[in-house]
């Protein structure tokens, strides 16, 4: 059974690049149907597009072919519709004409320009790829410790596998003066996010912490590792705030000042004037988030002071009589 | 080398020791030198791609999703840190770490309505509202917001990534912005209450084949958690999952009350 599918409905052919679970596969874009034109009875889609799948290889082949095609748009040279060849694409029209209309002069206009600029690329890469085996095989004699590596050289050679972004187990967790930038940036965030700390009751989650600091940057945003790379500076360099990571993994920064017990006593005398106490109720009192109200409680659980009544109507924490009582 | 015995043989010993390891010092400070010019040569490179190719990057997903592939089969990550030559020379950094500041945002603003559990299709199309109508700014795939989520997990267990039926289809996607796991039968039921964002213990009895008391077990959990929102006034328990509810385009942000 042979299965048409026009090509003027083609507005845009990606790739889908597989991995070791799945295989490559090219996804066609497609434009709406055009209801003047029923040949055949219409069929309804839910989605906008197609995906190809190759078992025999073919599939960089295919690519070019349908590329090729859609440039050329022969079926075009017949009956020319004005309107998509010289619609210049400036004013933004909605709908589905609209988007079709600017992806198929991006499609023109952007084809040759992607092939210098994949060309380049490959090159760049290739490049690359000789410098990462040049840093392996320099990782290797620094951990064989062959030879005299001067503490200068080993410095260097860790602050060119960071501009590559080369992670390499040898070098990572060695310190060295390289780290002058993450114990700069510690005290920049410390300083910038103690006053948010301290409104939001001495603790704040790192994911929150990341999203006020790059706001504030605004250029030149920092990467999450480097984010958390600087954080973890923050107690060795005695600084305000440190970075602490609860039991179920979450990370937080906290005040200094902010101590462990002095949380859990806000707590207790909450919960002393409540009976009990659910997550939400402690994050609205304290304004914190969901997420932090419940580390506290969970952490106050571990240590025995509160204990749980986990029930369909949601997990609420009573005063632990058990200890207090016996 | 042929052992000898003697004094002159160990004298000569230490002699050809003290020479391989000149030898080898010198391989080495040749691998550094090398190295160190190298990376100029490769700056330079890096430059002149940048200068020619970087409007490239910022607007063609497809060319950006290659850069990616292509760097990491190399064992080379971009965004690993702002200090590197790819962020600083090629503005890739800023790029991701922009859609990663507004993924976190996003959740944040939507969590209290799903729980935490938000669809890739609907993350994508808030960032772009969210983002502005300069058409560059709209050209955000499916492909930048993963890598911009994955380099989210060091900061710790809250961001994950679920994917409901193994296709590449941005519904079937599930972006989880708060710490905890999802187990196999609460990702079973979420894969059956997807289609019409809507279940119940019935259906699920029906569509699953488990009996009742796991039904209602794993639907009170996704309850508990946020995710699921009941509905006790239909003749039958209906339990509906705002994840899936398709966002009106013009809507604003409604501040919906948390379920109790």
Same mark, same amino acid.
């Given at each position: 059974m042979n299965v048409i599918l026009d090509l003027k409905y083609v507005v845009l052919v990606e790739e889908d690049i597989g991995n070791l679970l799945r295989s490559s596969k090219i996804i066609l874009h497609l434009a709406p149907w055009n209801e003047g034109q029923l040949s055949r009875p219409p069929v309804k889609n839910l989605s906008s597009f197609i995906k190809l799948a190759f078992s025999d290889g073919k599939l960089s082949h295919f690519k070019e072919c349908i590329q090729k095609m859609l440039q050329e748009r022969s079926w075009e040279t017949v009956a020319v519709h004005p309107s998509i060849l010289h619609h210049a694409p400036t004013t933004f029209r909605s709908g589905i004409v609209g988007i079709e209309r600017r992806l198929q002069a991006k499609v023109e206009n952007n084809s040759s320009n992607i092939n210098i600029a994949f060309q380049d690329m490959q090159n760049l890469i290739d490049m690359a790829k000789d410098m990462v085996q040049l840093a392996n095989v320099m990782s290797n004699k620094i951990k064989d410790r062959q030879g005299d590596i001067s503490e200068d050289e080993t410095v260097k050679f860790k602050s060119y596998l960071l501009s590559l972004g080369i992670d390499d187990p040898v070098t990572r967790n060695s310190c060295s003066s390289n780290d002058v930038f993450y114990h700069q940036l510690a005290k920049e965030i410390a300083s910038f996010l103690l006053k948010a700390i301290s409104d939001t009751g001495g603790l704040m989650a790192m994911s929150d912490a990341y999203c006020r600091v790059n706001r504030a940057r605004g250029l030149e945003l920092l990467s999450p590792e480097d984010f958390f790379k600087a954080c973890n500076y923050m107690e060795k360099l005695n600084l305000p705030i440190i970075c602490r990571k609860f039991d179920s993994g979450v990370l937080v920064l906290q005040l200094q000042s902010k101590t462990d017990s002095l949380l859990e006593k806000e707590v207790s005398r909450l919960l002393q004037s409540r009976d009990k106490l659910t997550a939400l109720e402690v994050s609205q009192e304290f304004q914190i988030s969901i997420v932090l109200a419940q580390e506290r409680l969970y952490f106050m659980e571990r240590n025995g002071l509160i204990c749980r009544d986990d029930s369909v109507r949601g997990l609420v924490f009573y005063p632990n009589f058990f200890s207090s009582s016996a | 080398m042929r052992k000898r015995p003697g004094i002159g043989a160990i004298h000569k010993q230490r002699v050809e020791q003290e020479r391989f390891r000149g030898k080898a010092t010198e391989l080495q400070d040749n691998v550094f030198e090398q190295m160190t010019s190298q990376m100029e040569k490769f700056r330079t490179n890096l430059e002149t791609f940048a200068s020619k190719h970087r409007n490239e990057i910022k607007k063609n997903p497809a060319f950006r999703k290659q850069f990616q592939d292509m760097c990491a089969s190399i064992g080379v990550d971009p965004l690993a840190s702002s200090k !590197? %030559?790819?962020?600083?020379? /090629?503005?890739?950094?800023?790029?991701?770490?922009? &859609?990663?500041?507004?993924? =976190?945002?996003?959740?944040?603003?939507?969590?209290?309505?799903?729980?935490?559990?938000?669809?890739?299709?609907?993350?994508?199309?808030?960032?772009?509202?969210?983002?502005?109508?300069?058409?560059?700014?709209?050209?955000?795939?499916?492909?930048?917001?993963?890598?911009?989520?994955?380099?989210?997990?060091?900061?710790?267990? !809250? %961001?994950?990534?679920?994917? /409901?039926?193994?296709?590449?289809?941005?519904?079937? &996607?599930?972006?989880?912005? =708060?710490?905890?796991?999802?187990?196999?039968?609460?990702?079973?039921?979420?894969?059956?209450?997807?289609?019409?964002?809507?279940?119940?213990?019935?259906?699920?009895?029906?569509?699953?084949n488990w009996d009742d008391v796991r039904c209602l077990q794993i639907l009170n959990e996704l309850l508990r958690d946020g995710v699921a929102w009941v509905d006790e006034q239909s003749p039958e328990k209906m339990y509906w999952f705002p994840s899936f509810f398709k966002p009106l385009m013009s809507e604003d942000e409604i501040a919906l009350p948390p379920p109790n």
């Open positions: - | !590197g %030559f790819w962020s600083e020379l /090629l503005g890739v950094g800023d790029f991701y770490y922009e &859609i990663a500041v507004q993924v =976190i945002e996003v959740c944040l603003a939507t969590s209290p309505r799903n729980g935490g559990l938000i669809t890739l299709g609907e993350l994508r199309q808030r960032l772009i509202k969210a983002r502005g109508k300069a058409q560059h700014h709209q050209e955000i795939s499916n492909d930048d917001i993963i890598r911009a989520i994955k380099k989210l997990k060091v900061l710790g267990p !809250g %961001f994950s990534i679920v994917s /409901l039926k193994g296709t590449q289809d941005t519904s079937d &996607i599930l972006i989880r912005s =708060i710490p905890g796991e999802l187990s196999a039968d609460h990702t079973e039921v979420l894969k059956a209450a997807e289609a019409q964002s809507f279940t119940s213990v019935k259906a699920l009895k029906s569509t699953l």
